[in-house]
């Protein structure tokens, strides 16, 4: 079992920046893949970024592509979310996933995901 704890939102004027943590706990999450997502209110919940069980392959949606960035290190058992330029549009819960192993190719299907966080509130004002 896994348990995954999300850190760093807060409020953000639009322009700022954030950077969220995933702790993992439990077992190690180094041999796995993992993924971000993000649901605002009354919306599905989106895929945001994903990384290989490396780090060195990562994956972004368009809509955050060139602001956000994902990593990982292993050693801490610990995943990040560095987010720049913060839009309002980016408010939402973030979650951090695990994703399962033998997964297919499409990162965004939350059904690939075996362990999910409690998540954290991102707020960004115009």
């Known amino acids: 079992q896994v348990q995954l704890v999300e850190s760093g939102g807060g409020l953000v004027q639009a322009g700022g920046s954030l950077r969220l943590s995933c702790a993992a706990s439990g077992r190690t999450v180094s041999n796995y893949a993992m993924g971000w997502f993000r649901q605002a209110p009354g919306k599905e919940r989106e895929f945001v970024a994903g990384?290989?069980?490396?780090?060195?392959?990562?994956i972004y949606a368009d809509s955050v592509k060139g602001r956000f960035t994902i990593s990982r290190d292993n050693a801490k058992n610990t995943v990040y979310l560095q987010m720049n330029s913060l839009k309002p549009e980016d408010t939402a819960v973030y979650y951090c996933?695990?994703?399962?192993?033998?997964?297919?190719?499409?990162?965004?299907?939350?059904?690939?995901?075996?362990?999910w966080g409690q998540g954290t509130q991102v707020t960004v004002s115009s």
């Open positions: 990384i290989s069980w490396s780090g060195g392959s990562t």
């Open positions: 996933a695990v994703r399962s192993r033998g997964s297919g190719s499409s990162w965004s299907n939350v059904n690939e995901y075996a362990y």
